[in-house]
């Protein structure tokens, strides 16, 4: 077995108790339905889908344990953001539907909150809203133009103490939570429910109604792609979505004086509105964990462990984080992955004969992913309902550019938009 696969590659997974590998696909079997990919997208589908009909037979293949890929990396968001702007869905969808999409969103917090509770899952979810700071006055003018709730000065640093602040929006359409809890109990609760997981089974292939592993076929009437950042790998699938990496610090846990400066009393995520994304919470246990994006993308939409640590890119969060808070706390785990980017930053959710997809979060997928397993199922399902209608159902991203192409502007991208933090600053 590879070494990287069997390392734990976030703190989010290091915190857990030990767990037991599944077993690997034992040969060419049959189900109704196959999932490929053993993240929040694949579990959720399966969950809603035995939930719905309990007779199914369905299988996830993972290649490696659930929750390896971008679940259990993640920054413990979950949120009601999306990639697309409402109004520029409206202008391609009609207000209505866009309207309809972005309520949803907001309504699967709650969702997964309940879900997690249904099942057990002590996952530390606090819904506590988000709170994204104006520092410059370029971000300022940012947050007074968003469709968001915005909040004085005063008003914003009585919900996060950093520095600089000149205002701020607020969202309470968000929750803080441990990702890598809720991925492996999500696990669990479907394997109660019938679900078979097989691990460590690595898909090379999917078409209409069949995936091929390494360690056998499994046919089915309905083959779900769930692979996010790591479609590329999967064959014929290599410019559907990008992979971009997101990188993480975790403080040891801070004492209480310096909690009370920095406030985020319930939990509140925070962010600024810098164009470069930067995240973070309070954990229960009372940790910093920080996150941005900032690492290069690779050539050939390249996806490998060594990837996750670039120590620039963390240096550079650490820098972020004492600018924002003026302290230099002790970093406990660094760690990183990559996530799925469509040609036009818009996730989607689809069914065509017997191949269903779902995915291209843009980072923003620990929320959008349940709402996409709650569709699929309907779709899968043949049932129309209200989530079969939003408007990110059918959708298709044009592909990437080929190489060199697309390693040329999206580094390009990524340069350009450094450039415009740091003459905002």
Request: net charge neutral.
């Amino acid at each position: 077995m590879d070494p990287a696969l069997s390392a734990r590659p976030s703190f989010w997974l290091d915190s857990l108790p030990a767990f037991a590998r599944r077993a690997q696909l034992p040969g060419d079997r049959t189900a109704d339905v196959a999932i490929v990919g053993g993240g929040f997208t694949g579990l959720w589908t399966a969950y809603y889908l035995s939930v719905l009909d309990p007779r199914l037979r369905i299988a996830v293949v993972e290649s490696a344990y659930c929750g390896f890929g971008a679940s259990g990396r993640n920054g413990g968001w979950c949120s009601g953001l999306f990639p697309v702007a409402e109004s520029k869905l409206a202008r391609h969808y009609g207000a209505g539907p866009a309207a309809a999409l972005y309520r949803a969103l907001a309504g699967t917090v709650d969702e997964v909150g309940r879900v997690a509770e249904a099942e057990g899952i002590d996952c530390r979810f606090a819904k506590g809203g988000t709170i994204s700071l104006a520092r410059t006055p370029a971000q300022l003018r940012r947050a007074q133009a968003s469709p968001l709730s915005f909040r004085s000065a005063a008003e914003t640093r009585e919900v996060c103490g950093a520095t600089g602040v000149l205002g701020g929006t607020y969202s309470p359409d968000c929750a803080a939570l441990q990702p890598a809890l809720l991925v492996r109990g999500l696990a669990e609760a479907v394997e109660r429910r019938g679900v078979t997981i097989y691990e460590d089974t690595p898909a090379t292939r999917i078409s209409d109604g069949e995936v091929v592993t390494a360690h056998g076929t499994i046919r089915a009437d309905v083959v779900v792609r769930a692979l996010e950042g790591y479609t590329a790998g999967l064959a014929g699938h290599r410019r559907v979505l990008a992979p971009i990496y997101s990188l993480i610090i975790a403080t040891e846990p801070l004492p209480a004086p310096v909690w009370e400066r920095i406030g985020l009393a319930r939990r509140e995520t925070f962010t600024d509105h810098r164009h470069l994304i930067v995240y973070g919470q309070r954990t229960a246990d009372d940790r910093l964990v920080f996150g941005g994006r900032g690492a290069p993308y690779h050539f050939g939409s390249r996806v490998d462990p060594s990837y996750d640590l670039v120590p620039s890119v963390f240096a550079a969060l650490r820098h972020a984080l004492t600018e924002l808070f003026e302290i230099n706390p002790p970093i406990a785990y660094e760690w990183g992955g990559p996530l799925g980017i469509p040609r036009d930053w818009m996730p989607s959710v689809g069914l065509t004969g017997g191949l269903a997809w779902a995915g291209g979060y843009v980072g923003d997928g620990v929320a959008a992913s349940n709402l996409a397993g709650r569709t699929l199922a309907d779709l899968i399902l043949g049932q129309e309902t209200e989530l079969s209608k939003l408007p990110w159902v059918g959708h298709r991203s044009r592909r990437w550019e080929p190489e060199p192409l697309r390693w040329l502007g999206i580094n390009a991208a990524l340069q350009a938009t450094r450039l415009r933090d740091a003459v905002e600053r």
